[in-house]
């Protein structure tokens, strides 16, 4: 201790887990490869790129770029066989890729990194990496999208209560409901598809952030690499992680679409709901209480939410203080997406397995349907249209009769016509018509309502949209 070697190979507040003092826990900080070993392919791809452009423009040669690629090659395959050892001492994907190349070829290595800084080649590794998470969340989407289709055809005059506040509102049916869900998930495809957009330019090029001197062509690697074009400004190339931030975004708003889907699923499997049934698959057992049947999955698709909500509030936190161009601070971006992309994956499919195995109970939905007197919107439009009241007085007429069969304890339909017209002299027994709820649905014909017919229509703009 008294000559200080002691406190270097192991400090007595903090080193008890460090081995060999403060270069460790440097090294523990400073290392990505733990987590960003995850864009080897990506790495590779943008290797090959700048190497082909290089040699086109007369940086590199043409045997120094042959040799480039076989060696990147063997790399990929080392990896995707797991041979290749990963070094931390060697800090990120890049560099462990580097230095591999160079045992395996020589100096021919050095000259891959001329014209490119780390800076813009994690942009690129990164920016690859999301852009295929987004096409394969776009996919993952339209797969639950055309589950709920299945179930909205199947279900387009099933009667089920509509809800506000989770009281009894208006009947509508469980296929309209079904393709509500399809709205919210086509819009969150809508963002993807944006989002894969917007961010379809290459960063490669743009070097540690000033650009380059060497007459580099950033279009053809962009091309090479299937951007659209170049980003247009190396400082903020550099800098920026909007495209991360963007998939959080998205990841995050369709979490909780997914979130408000499973709040649905575990209240109407529930004994007192019982409006559905969950497959098997989908569910699990109590160790003690036999009769019990859990919706786990939906569950965890509930709580999935928070994680991912939790990687965008962390992602935003990092960058919000960051002066231009790249400060390390931004290697925390990685872990907060890959999470939430493995969490959103994962909850997509299972939601679109539950929604593809579920059973509909029908006969329970349209019991439910009929109490709660959730037709007295129809006695009171039925009044303005018929018995000529404005609405504000058949709201109230209305309302008596709910007291009414409240205190009788029936529905509004029991209700008979005399005690009806001892209410309102106004009705006649034209009334029972809409007083249920399949004529409360059919009724209901207005651009994107709950009638059957609607539902319909609504199904095939979506089938014609996939
Ligand atoms: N591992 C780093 C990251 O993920 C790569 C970029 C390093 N750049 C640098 N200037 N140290 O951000």
């Avoid at 045997?63 to 060697?90: A, H, M, P, V, Y």
């Avoid at 890049?94 to 490119?116: F, K, Q, S, V």
């Avoid at 399809?182 to 650009?211: K, Q, T």
């Avoid at 690499?225 to 400082?235: H, Y």
Wanted: hydrophobic share 40%.
């Amino acid at each position: 201790m008294a000559d200080g070697t002691d406190q270097k190979s192991s400090n007595q507040m903090w080193g008890g887990r460090f081995a060999s003092g403060p270069s460790a826990i440097m090294e523990e900080i400073n290392a990505s490869i733990g987590f960003d070993k995850k864009l080897y392919a990506q790495d590779i791809r943008g290797s090959m790129a700048h190497a082909a452009m290089l040699a086109s423009k007369g940086i590199i040669s043409p045997e120094d770029k042959d040799k480039i690629t076989d060696g990147l090659n063997t790399i990929l395959s080392e990896i995707e066989s797991g041979r290749f050892e990963f070094s931390r001492k060697l800090e990120d994907i890049h560099m462990n890729i580097e230095a591999r190349l160079a045992t395996l070829i020589g100096p021919a290595a050095g000259r891959l990194h001329t014209a490119r800084s780390r800076n813009d080649q994690v942009a690129l590794d990164f920016r690859l990496w999301v852009k295929e998470e987004l096409q394969k969340t776009e996919g993952m989407l339209t797969a639950l999208i055309a589950a709920f289709l299945d179930r909205a055809e199947e279900n387009a005059d099933t009667v089920m209560p509509g809800f506000t506040h989770l009281q009894t509102a208006q009947p509508v049916t469980f296929g309209h409901h079904c393709m509500a869900y399809v709205e919210m998930f086509g819009r969150d495809r809508a963002r993807v598809r944006h989002a894969i957009e917007h961010m379809d330019e290459s960063p490669i090029g743009a070097a540690a952030l000033a650009g380059t001197g060497y007459p580099i062509d950033r279009h053809m690697t962009a091309t090479a690499l299937g951007f659209r074009e170049p980003t247009r400004n190396s400082i903020d190339t550099v800098s920026d992680r909007d495209f991360a931030l963007e998939f959080l975004s998205i990841a995050s708003i369709c979490a909780t679409h997914l979130s408000r889907l499973a709040e649905e699923i575990v209240i109407w499997s529930t004994p007192q709901f019982g409006f559905i049934r969950l497959s098997d698959a989908f569910s699990t057992g109590s160790s003690i209480m036999p009769q019990k049947k859990n919706p786990d999955a939906a569950e965890l698709v509930r709580a999935k939410t928070g994680r991912i909500n939790g990687s965008l509030i962390a992602l935003l936190t990092v960058m919000k203080g960051l002066p231009l161009a790249y400060s390390k601070d931004m290697q925390e971006d990685k872990e907060q997406v890959f999470d939430a992309a493995e969490s959103l994956e994962l909850a997509i499919a299972a939601m679109t397995g539950m929604i593809r195995d579920l059973e509909v109970r029908k006969d329970r939905m349209r019991a439910a349907a009929g109490s709660g007197y959730s037709t007295a919107t129809d006695l009171a439009d039925w009044l303005v249209r018929e018995a000529g009241l404005p609405f504000r007085d058949a709201h109230h007429v209305t309302g008596n009769a709910v007291a009414l069969a409240e205190k009788k304890g029936c529905d509004l339909a029991d209700l008979s016509l005399e005690e009806l017209q001892a209410i309102h002299p106004g009705i006649t027994k034209g009334v029972f018509d809409v007083l249920s709820v399949e004529a409360s649905v059919a009724s209901r014909v207005s651009f994107g309502g709950t009638a059957p017919s609607e539902v319909k229509k609504q199904i095939a703009w979506w089938r014609g949209r996939n």
